[in-house]
């Protein structure tokens, strides 16, 4: 089986950037050439998704005009939070409705994916589909490009997900989610970790370790220094 439908996190301020993203959105930050939600977009639609949502609230108008004016062959559709930025999760319950109980894609387009990620996104899915449990991509802490990254979560030798105090894994910014989490949530704006929390009670969500070194832009400074790397995407 395949997945079909994904979603991509583009609402966020980008407050640790500044003041790059004073003037563009995070999403929209080029990496060898590629801005971040490029990259997210191709490598969905590199794995045979047909259908993507796209969240968007800071500097929204320069995202929607982006996607207007790049053909990328898939369908993509706008879910509005210019009133209200509806935290991570709310934000996944509001642009997904539509698909109902099909499984999808989540991604931050924070992270630099490339072709790398291909692999481990087809991995991922076959992982739901035999456990039938949503899960997370993982890096380990010494594959992450900035060092001050604290850890996550940890996994145990059947790779379920928990929260220690001390956890040697990071949450790269995919997963692998369907609607039936959010049957209990009343509010509109909360945190995915609302979900993620409730699932790791229940012993409901697992992780599968990424092999990429992981870059993730989160800071000014750490922007400036992935742009003196060599990329080959």
Known sequence: ??????????????????????????????????????????????????????????????IKTYIRNNSFSVKITISDEDNQILDTGGGILKGTKKFKKEPFIVINPDTVWNKDYSKE?????????????????????????????????????????????TNNYIYTGMQILNNGVFENVKVKKFSINLIWDELISLKKLKGHISNNRFIHINTKKIFDKINELKFID
Request: some cysteine.
């Open 1 to 62: 089986m395949k997945i079909k439908k994904a979603m991509i996190l583009a609402a966020g301020l980008g407050t640790r950037l500044k003041p790059i993203t004073d003037k563009i959105p995070k999403p929209l930050i080029k990496v060898n050439n590629k801005c971040l939600l490029e990259r997210s977009i191709i490598l969905l639609k590199n794995h045979g998704v047909d259908e993507i949502v796209i969240n968007v609230h800071h500097l929204s108008d320069q």
């Open 121 to 165: 996104l087809e991995i991922l899915e076959k992982k739901y589909f035999r456990d039938n449990v949503c899960i997370l991509l993982l890096a380990p802490k010494k594959l992450s490009y900035d060092e001050t990254f604290k850890g996550d979560f940890s996994l145990n030798i059947e790779n379920i997900v928990s929260r220690e105090t």
